[in-house]
């Protein structure tokens, strides 16, 4: 067959998976694990079809990840940890045998196999992206370039509605005037605006440990043109607090139109940075070529001009590699804001924080025989104002989501209050929002004497003429 024919690709998919829904289904998992596989190897994959043989194969380096035929089915799979050995994979059914130690595959033929296949998928997948992830690395081009479909990748961006990518070996080696290359080449890209405020994206956090895991994640984002179509680039840019830049890539997966309009649309994240440490910065994308895009826009919907296209997807690729390394540093729970410290998360998570913290150690003063007021709203410099007999003493309380207790954002009126009030004392409480907290206590004297002060923000005022 014509590996290059988009109709012989959708002849030999019909006739393998007569059953449309599971055809369709199948596609959605063929362009998922494409998009892991290009994204770690982009030179070490490929997938085509042979009618003769009677099956649709995703190779990566000089193994099999993925087989289709009539009536059979089998996938490749790395179960990482000691889950693989406890069962965790195994009881999914007999279809499951160990090929190595931590290696598995799927395999089975008959008429339920594709079935079995969609309903396990979801707890497969990381098993089989942990697979391609070994291949890539240990053969980064492909052994099998002679028999890459694009025919077969256009079909499956078709029925998915995705802009599913080509191999870069394909890219580099085929005439402009292509079909398949101008399609792998033009994209239709667009800015889709955050502005900071997490009660506008409050499934942030969970979205970010979805993308870190790469676990599927679909979300709903408001959209101010008519343009958009499914399978265009998406790429979300923070502006309004900083750091402000690219934080987040994807693909447009569906379309809600109201009266004929489009409203908003489902975007399938494949990147997602940590916006605390990690950003495709406005200075980088203000630099050089990319200056000619405008960058902060007020609505979701700018189109990227096409010709920076490919540029911007050079320079996220890096941030988001960057960004890989900084997640070292910054560990996967810090990301979700649990070892920040007071002031450093999103306003509304700093008052839940906060809120957590007063209660835990007002709770624990009135267990000392403490008569305890709030003076939160006074301005006073501090929370509480402790009473005992003739005793008092003002307190000031910090929460703080981890367990270091040594970093925290502390106002300039609290710390005139902590050098010129000798009753004034402080409490850091960690794992705030847990039932593990800890309030470890400081005198004014040992908070002056064991903590830096360094200014983060000035009030500027125009000098007198």
């Not at 200014?455 to 005022?461: G, Y």
Request: charged share 25%; with cysteine.
């Amino acid at each position: 067959m014509d590996i290059q024919s988009y109709e012989q690709a959708r002849e030999s998919f019909e006739k393998f998976l007569p059953n449309a829904k599971q055809r369709k289904q199948i596609a959605h998992v063929l362009a998922d694990l494409i998009h892991h596989a290009n994204k770690v190897g982009p030179k070490s994959w490929e997938v085509t079809v042979h009618e003769d043989k009677r099956y649709i194969k995703l190779n990566v380096g000089r193994v099999e990840v993925f087989a289709l035929g009539e009536n059979w089915l089998f996938c490749n799979l790395r179960h990482p940890g000691a889950a693989a050995h406890s069962g965790h994979v195994l009881n999914l059914g007999r279809k499951y045998k160990s090929i190595k130690r931590e290696q598995f595959r799927f395999e089975g033929t008959g008429r339920g196999t594709v079935a079995h296949f969609l309903r396990s998928y979801e707890r497969l997948r990381q098993g089989i992206f942990s697979w391609i992830d070994d291949c890539a690395r240990d053969r980064s081009t492909s052994f099998f370039i002679p028999s890459f479909s694009p025919g077969f990748v256009e079909y499956v961006s078709k029925i998915t509605s995705e802009r599913l990518p080509y191999p870069s070996y394909y890219k580099s080696t085929q005439n402009s005037g292509s079909h398949s290359e101008k399609d792998a080449s033009e994209k239709n890209a667009y800015l889709f605006v955050w502005n900071s405020n997490p009660m506008n994206w409050d499934t942030y956090h969970s979205s970010l440990k979805k993308v870190r895991r790469n676990h599927k994640c679909i979300i709903p984002w408001l959209c101010n043109t008519n343009k958009v179509e499914p399978g265009d680039r998406a790429f979300l840019i923070k502006v309004g607090k900083q750091p402000k830049g690219i934080i987040g890539s994807g693909t447009i997966v569906e379309t809600i139109r109201e009266h004929g309009k489009v409203t908003s649309v489902k975007l399938k994240l494949d990147s997602l940075l940590d916006y605390n440490h990690a950003v495709l910065r406005l200075d980088t994308l203000k630099s050089g070529a990319l200056s000619q895009q405008w960058w902060t826009p007020q609505a979701s919907g700018i189109s990227i001009k096409p010709h920076l296209v490919n540029k911007l997807e050079k320079i996220w690729e890096e941030a988001v590699a960057s960004s890989k390394e900084q997640s070292k540093l910054y560990p996967e729970n810090e990301a979700t804001d649990t070892s920040k410290g007071a002031g450093f998360g999103d306003s509304e998570l700093n008052k839940k924080v906060e809120k957590a913290a007063i209660a835990f150690v007002s709770s624990r003063l009135r267990k000392e025989g403490w008569e305890v007021h709030s003076v939160e709203q006074k301005n006073y410099g501090y929370d509480l104002l402790c009473k005992k007999g003739g005793n008092s003493k003002h307190v000031e309380v910090k929460g703080i989501q981890g367990e270091d207790p040594s970093k925290f954002i502390i106002t300039a009126n609290e710390v005139r209050s902590a050098k010129n009030d000798k009753k004034w004392s402080i409490y850091v409480v960690t794992s705030a929002l847990t039932n593990k907290k800890k309030a470890v206590h400081y005198s004014s004297q040992d908070f002056l004497d064991k903590f830096l002060l360094e200014p983060i923000s000035f009030f500027a005022e125009a000098k007198a003429k």
